[in-house]
């Protein structure tokens, strides 16, 4: 397992095969079911899903997060930096999680403990995961909070959460993340509670960290334009599993996989003025009840016989661009 | 009855302002200022079109919504519903005006009561406000669940056996039920799925045609605007900074805040450029805003004359109005 990693050069994380099970009164649950994925120092990875796709499960998977019961990772490896994480136990994993790999979750309100201070809870990081003397915890806090561009930083780290507005606390939750210098770094969803203005000033920053630092950054997302405006390459899911994969162009220009397709053609443009948006009829499946075959049939456009019966095979369509459809075959 | 000037429009606001008081104290309450949630706002509805309003949170474009859905009540300014003021106006006109502009909000999980049949829920409206018969409002209710397109033994379910883009549909049928010249439509689209949200889009246009009813569309998503709306209206602090018809606004944004809105908003490609203005701060306290025009502390291109004076509306091209010293 080293020796493959080492191979792979500045690969930071490789995601093979991961499988999550939940176990529920309608049977078990696949909210992720066989995905891998890749990822290289510098490089953004996005993961573009609806909800019940299963992108917010992968994430909780990789920090290892998934509530046990009901939610078991049956199956795969997760590798950062050349260590597979399920390998680790409880106390090997808690070492890891927030040091080497962090998330910056959706919601800037309810992320951040409304009792204690942003500089109690910046330190509180540094404290667990770093081995540096007490007298430069302040230091090293002060320091994150003006790297995320906190105006004031000296005054500002004895406030409260409730003191600050949306757009200051969600930079309060990426300065606690990036505060033991990760080498992947997981935003689920981190603008949508944000004003689009908001919204420019926090991608700009995060961009400026992952270069500063070298990131890895992941991107769980359901909105193609953050896709677009940030990421390199692309996962799209759909009923737990990776149903096209490739470089942030490939999918833009030559989606190859009818879902990916539909959704890029259901996306209002800023810049042109569409007649009518094309819209996927009904709706997406139920996990516990997915239909035989390819769980997109129902709705999709090109449908043929075969995808009611058999899961399609994945298919290469470059290099760096694959896709689960029947119709590459 | 002061004001009875009919310009064809279904609606029209003028120079509408909301202030809320700011008080002190909990038994002898004082007020200590003035917080203007809406300074001074004007714009016309026509039949059958969509007025889009867009902003950042604070910029009081919620506010506009709950005075026309007389929610609150303006502390200055009219509201004209075709051609006549509705301050002024009797309680009979005024209940005619609550069943003529309806609502839809953003998040179709509270705003369905969870203990009331789907037939129930979309008959009320009709029960409480028309005269008829229990066989035409069961017709009614049938119609407006296929004009939705849902079924009709849908009728007979409760909300929570319904998706988040049905539920919006029957939100929407429940404001159509009393054919209204207007409907709110607040962020309609934001809490739904992706691939949900071009269906509810689609249908919102269909319906508009049918019923030949008016939107007014607040959204933050300024590429959805685009897509609904006829007319937009940038608002900014309480004010409207720019005017203009919604191919005009896209292709042309004059005022720098709009074009920092623009810049701002995400591309629909990875190769699309885009003018990389990023404001620097937040949106000021509506309580102390800033003298002259309210967007000079974050403006790129801001002039001396801009922190003392207050600009003019200009109108920049037909239809086209922005209020700013460039012009």
Known sequence: MINESSRQGDKVLEVNNLSTYFQTRWGTVKAVDGVSFDLSRGETLGIVGESGSGKSVTMLSLMQLVPTPPGRIVDGEIILDGQD????????????????????????????NPVFSIGNQVMEAVKIHQDIPKKSIL??????????????????????PHQMSGG???????????????????????????DVTIQAQYLKLLKELQVEQDLGLIFITHDFGVVAKMCDKVAVMYAGKIVEQGSVRDIFNNPSHPYTEALLASVPKLEEDVDRLYSIEGQPPTLHDLPQGCPFAPRCAYVMDRCREDYPTTIQVNDTHSAACWRLS | MTTTVNTGAVLEARDLKKHFPVTKG????????????????????????????????????STTAKMLLMLEEPTEGTILFQGSDISQSDAEARREYRSSVQAVFQDPWSSLNPRMRVRDLIAEPMIINLDISKSEVHERVEKLLSDVGLNPYHANLYPHEFSGGQRQRLAIARALSLNPKLIVLDEPVSALDVSIRAQIMNLLK??????????MLIAHHLATVRYMCDWVAVMYLGQIVEFAAAKDLYDNPSHPYTQALMSAALPSHPDTVQDEIILTGEVPSPLNPPEGCRFHPRCPQAMDRCSVEIPKVTEISSGHVTSCHLY
């Open chain 1, 139 to 160: 230091d090293r806090a002060l320091d994150v909070l003006r790297k995320v561009n906190i105006p004031a930083a000296e005054t500002r780290i004895r406030d409260y």
């Open chain 2, 206 to 215: 269909d319906l508009q045609k049918e019923y030949n009813v008016s939107y």
């Open chain 1, 168 to 194: 200051m606390r969600q930079r309060v939750v990426g300065a606690i993340s990036i505060s033991c210098q990760p080498s992947v770094l997981i935003a689920d969803e981190p603008t949508t509670s944000l």
């Open chain 1, 85 to 112: 994480l399920l390998q680790l136990n409880d106390d090997q994993m808690s070492k890891v999680r927030g040091s080497q790999i962090a998330l910056i979750i959706q919601d800037p309100m309810t992320s951040l």
């Open chain 2, 26 to 61: 909990v038994l002898i309450s004082k007020t200590t200022g003035w917080i203007k949630a809406v300074d001074g706002i004007s714009f016309s509805i026509q039949p059958g079109e969509t007025l889009g309003i867009v902003g950042e949170s604070g910029c009081g474009k």
